[in-house]
């Protein structure tokens, strides 16, 4: 491969020369205002008009019923997995190839992750392979599935729809509900992504969204959860906000609950992002539509939105030819002002989860060694 021609080809839809960021956050609307505001009314804190705002725009955004707003992506990942049941000792199926908050969110519970292949084309976690795990080592017992190998309950699902690409999801749904496993969609880098028109996140009983500073909208940090069960809602805002019972005065907390709950000066700067969101993901689509020709004449995968679904085209994507190319790559780029990022190392060869339960992982083993992200910020 031309290191030098792609990266001046980057650096020149990028219209720069010096340093270029993988991503970048775009204050371009409302911010400053609704900021403003929200000191002005000295409602900084966890209680505020901006949060409530927030919550029924990003639900109305993404079609479902009820939005619960989190400190961060990681915390609403944490409180929809207790939401589905996982206890200590429980399995959750999820990807290898993932950000580690997907892997933490299980663990904070004393739950196990079990990590099962992706796709290809979608980095996504594979609905024939969670099928053949699900036949090789699962059995459904009074409505539960048990992990025959392991002995323990496989409570929950939770598929990632990598760098915005949407997963499977819906053969992902009808696997999950045919072995009464729960289906937690974290869906922290996919928002503005659908499959078959139907937003990511909304097929499972619960979905988590991130808005940390790199991620496609961001209030610094943030996260939501997203449901169309009015009592998980309830449950989410509950535990999420210490599980205070709502009194005038008294401190009575029914159960151990949680400190998550967004600040309104976050949810502030929130609001003003998701007015702008359509316009970021247009740009990403172009900036896509520059770059496919581009690779493709060079003969470099560069990688699309898969079949059925829109993506986001949060962090655009190449596949190099293995990992020594990989290596020489980002070298050469990040040397040259141009910042690259190899995909995540599996989640199974982390000191932590070492010792956990994997199916066949040759898709996310081959990916790992050829996967980097290139400059996909929005373009003013
Ligand atoms: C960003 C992200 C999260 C959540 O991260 P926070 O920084 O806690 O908001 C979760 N899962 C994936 C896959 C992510 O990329």
């Not at 609905?127 to 795990?133: V, Y």
Request: include cysteine; charge should be negative.
């Amino acid at each position: 491969m031309d290191f030098e021609a792609v990266t001046k080809f980057i650096q020149k839809t990028f219209q720069t020369e010096t340093f270029l960021p993988l991503h970048e956050p775009r204050f371009i609307g409302n911010e400053k205002a609704y900021l403003n505001e929200c000191i002005d009314s000295t409602f900084v804190s966890s209680v505020g008009a901006f949060v409530d705002r927030f919550e029924s725009d990003f639900a109305a955004y993404v079609g479902s019923r009820y939005a619960v707003a989190t400190v961060n992506g990681t915390a609403a990942l944490h409180i929809a997995l207790l939401l589905a049941d996982v206890q200590q000792d429980d399995e959750v199926i999820t990807q290898p190839l993932t950000f580690i908050a997907t892997a933490n969110a299980i663990s904070y519970i004393g739950a196990h992750p079990v990590f099962v292949d992706v796709d290809k084309e979608t980095m996504g976690l594979s609905p024939d392979a969670l099928q053949i795990f699900l036949e090789a080592h699962c059995k459904v017992s009074d409505a539960r599935c048990i992990n025959t190998t392991s002995g323990k309950i496989i409570k929950a699902c939770v598929p990632m729809h990598t760098f915005g690409h949407p997963c499977r999801i819906d053969e992902i749904k009808a696997l999950c509900d045919q072995w009464h496993i729960a289906l937690v969609e974290d869906a922290a880098e996919s928002l503005g992504s659908t499959y078959k028109n139907r937003h990511t996140g909304t097929f499972g009983a619960l979905g988590a969204f991130s808005f940390n500073g790199n991620k496609i909208i961001t209030s610094g940090g943030g996260g939501v959860i997203v449901t169309d069960d009015e009592d998980l809602a309830k449950r989410a805002k509950h535990i999420s906000t210490t599980a205070k019972i709502p009194h005038k005065w008294e401190y009575v907390h029914d159960e151990i609950g949680y400190n998550y709950r967004l600040p309104n000066l976050n949810a502030a700067l929130l609001c003003a992002q998701l007015e702008n969101l359509d316009r970021f993901l247009e740009d990403k689509r172009m900036l896509a539509s520059i770059y496919e020709p581009f690779f493709s004449s060079a003969s470099i995968t560069f990688v699309k939105e898969p079949q059925s679904s829109r993506s986001n085209y949060w962090l655009q994507t190449l596949i190099l030819n293995d990992k020594e190319e990989q290596e020489a790559f980002l070298s050469y780029t990040n040397d040259h002002g141009v910042m690259t990022r190899p995909i995540w190392r599996l989640m199974n060869k982390l000191e932590m989860f070492k010792k956990c339960q994997c199916g066949d992982l040759s898709n996310a083993l081959w990916l790992e060694d050829r996967v980097v992200n290139i400059p996909s910020g929005v373009r003013l």
